[in-house]
């Protein structure tokens, strides 16, 4: 079983930046690929990022490329999401999961094994 624990968000004004961490449990964490994903009020969860499991590659959501960065180490059994230029529509509850088998870059839910329980950022105007 894999324990994931997001922390790092909060409030910030538009064009700040935060810097989301998620903590897992377990040996295998290097060999998983590992992906943040957000859920706003009242939308669904949706796919933000993810992270190959060597750290050799990522993909991202059009709507964060360019201005978030997904990287991981693999020491602290830690990935990161570096979030820039925030807007009041990346206001949402981010979660990070893991993928256990991974077969490429994963973008749907559905792929996602184990999820953390998330974290609040608020991007105020």
């Known amino acids: 079983q894999v324990q994931l624990v997001e922390s790092g968000g909060g409030l910030v004004q538009a064009g700040g930046s935060l810097r989301l961490s998620c903590t897992a449990s377990g040996r295998i964490f290097s060999r998983y690929n590992m992906g943040w994903f957000r859920q706003a009020p009242g939308e669904e969860r949706e796919f933000v990022a993810v992270i190959g499991w060597s750290g050799g590659s990522a993909y991202y959501a059009e709507s964060v490329k360019g201005r978030f960065t997904i990287s991981r180490d693999g020491a602290k059994n830690t990935v990161y999401l570096q979030m820039n230029s925030l807007r009041p529509d990346d206001t949402a509850v981010y979660y990070c999961?893991?993928?256990?088998?991974?077969?490429?870059?994963?973008?749907?839910?559905?792929?996602?094994?184990?999820w953390g329980r998330g974290t609040q950022v608020t991007v105020s105007s």
């Open positions: 999961a893991a993928d256990r088998a991974p077969n490429g870059l994963a973008s749907r839910i559905s792929t996602y094994d184990y």
